[in-house]
Structure formats: structure tokens, C-alpha cells
T-cell receptor, first 110, second 119 residues
Framework: LAKTTQPISMDSYEGQEVNITCSHNNIATNDYITWYQQFPSQGPRFIIQ???TKVTNEVASLFIPADRKSSTLSLPRVSLSDTAVYYC???????????FGSGTQLTVLP | EPEVTQTPSHQVTQMGQEVILRCVPISNHLYFYWYRQILGQKVEFLVSFYNNEISEKSEIFDDQFSVERPDGSNFTLKIRSTKLEDSAMYFCASSAEGGTRTSSYNEQFFGPGTRLTVL
């Protein structure tokens, strides 16, 4: 199982772009990279998933360099409601159990 | 938008008592899961369930725990004799079968959780 490393916390201001980087040096060929978001006292929520290069959806973008040893979640123009813990997960296509790390606590300030 | 629901939202019990936590997964999903999160700690996988049987379980999921899908909609987690250390938020999740290379692998949809307090 690929180990992931993320910053423990980040602060940002409303309207700014936030980039959270996750390191996964021993990612395997079949592993995908997935990001989840968790608000206090709620269950995690899927944000985005990718295998390589760049993926974008209505919420975020995910940048994955060619060596796939890291990935960056980009949140455009954050608001106060984006304050949450963001988890980077790495796992195989067939994986059923999600392994959460400690995540990154993002605090958006007014 | 379909969602996973869980009841109760908060359960208080005495040590040694049995508790049953209930979940209604998203209706066309075939994989069901339980996770727990002790206050201030990581979300931990407990068990996955498919085709009316456990497909994976973690070391946490010992003989005190059991899961059941008693009918076509509910999915339950039973803790037979609760301990103080079972106090946690318990999340149910569900996912569609498989997933394909053009869609999210194993995107799991989590419920709002049941906060279990063991006194």
C-alpha cells in the first residue's frame, strides 16, 4: 500500500487558489490517486480522482506529474465553506477498503 | 441527489450493552462499508460487504462486530458488547459495482455518521 504524505494544515483567504500537494513516492503502476473532503462531524466526500496528467471537474483540479510520485489538488477561489480536512488516497483500481491518512486541515479565513 | 442515511445520529449506551447502528445505502449500490473515526483520529476501515457476505474486514472488526443486510434496503452494524474504546463516529458507505476506467474507481458515498458514546 503506497504511503502518502500531506501537510498537516494550511491557511488561505477567501477568493484565493489553494494547492495541496501529496507525496506518494512508492505508488504502484495500478494505483489511482483520489482526494476526499471531510467537514466536521460529517462523512468524507469524494472530490476527484486521477491516474496521470491533469483532471478537472466542477469542484477542483488534480495535477499529476509524469513520475506520479506526487499529486496536487487545486481548489480555485476558495470560500469559507471550503474549510475542511482534505485526504489524499492512493489505491488500486479494485481496492474496496479506503485507507485514510491524517489529511490536511484547510482553514479559509475571511 | 441520492444519499446514504444513517440512524440514529447519536447513540449513548452503557459498557457491555449491545448496539445496532443502521444505514440505508444508495438504492442501486451493491457494495457496503462501515468505517469508524475516533474523535481527533483517522477514518478507519472496518468491513466491506457484497453479495450478502463480508468481502474484507480489518483487524478492528473482531468477534464483537457483525454486519447484516436484513432486507433489501437496510445495512446494519452490531456491536455485541460495547467497550469504552468503541466510542467513535461510525460511518456507513456504499458504492456501485466495480467502476470502470472511465469513471471513478470505487467512489464511496458516505453517510452522515452515528456518534456512539459508550459510558
Amino acid at each position: 500500500l503506497a504511503k502518502t504524505t500531506q501537510p498537516i494544515s494550511m491557511d488561505s483567504y477567501e477568493g484565493q487558489e489553494v494547492n495541496i500537494t501529496c507525496s506518494h513516492n512508492n505508488i504502484a503502476t495500478n494505483d489511482y490517486i483520489t482526494w476526499y473532503q471531510q467537514f466536521p462531524s460529517q462523512g468524507p466526500r469524494f472530490i476527484i480522482q486521477g491516474y496521470k496528467t491533469k483532471v478537472t471537474n466542477e469542484v477542483a483540479s488534480l495535477f499529476i506529474p509524469a513520475d506520479r510520485k506526487s499529486s496536487t489538488l487545486s481548489l480555485p477561489r476558495v470560500s469559507l465553506s471550503d474549510t475542511a480536512v482534505y485526504y489524499c488516497l492512493v489505491g488500486t483500481f479494485a481496492a474496496r477498503q479506503l485507507t485514510f491518512g491524517s489529511g490536511t486541515q484547510l482553514t479559509v479565513l475571511p | 441527489e441520492p444519499e446514504v442515511t444513517q440512524t440514529p445520529s447519536h447513540q449513548v449506551t452503557q459498557m457491555g450493552q449491545e448496539v445496532i447502528l443502521r444505514c440505508v445505502p444508495i438504492s442501486n449500490h451493491l457494495y457496503f462499508y462501515w468505517y469508524r473515526q475516533i474523535l481527533g483520529q483517522k477514518v478507519e476501515f472496518l468491513v466491506s460487504f457484497y453479495n450478502n457476505e463480508i468481502s474484507e474486514k480489518s483487524e478492528i472488526f473482531d468477534d464483537q462486530f457483525s454486519v447484516e443486510r436484513p432486507d433489501g434496503s437496510n445495512f446494519t452494524l452490531k456491536i455485541r458488547s460495547t467497550k469504552l474504546e468503541d466510542s467513535a463516529m461510525y460511518f456507513c458507505a456504499s458504492s456501485a459495482e466495480g467502476g470502470t476506467r472511465t469513471s471513478s474507481y470505487n467512489e464511496q458515498f458516505f453517510g452522515p455518521g452515528t456518534r456512539l458514546t459508550v459510558l
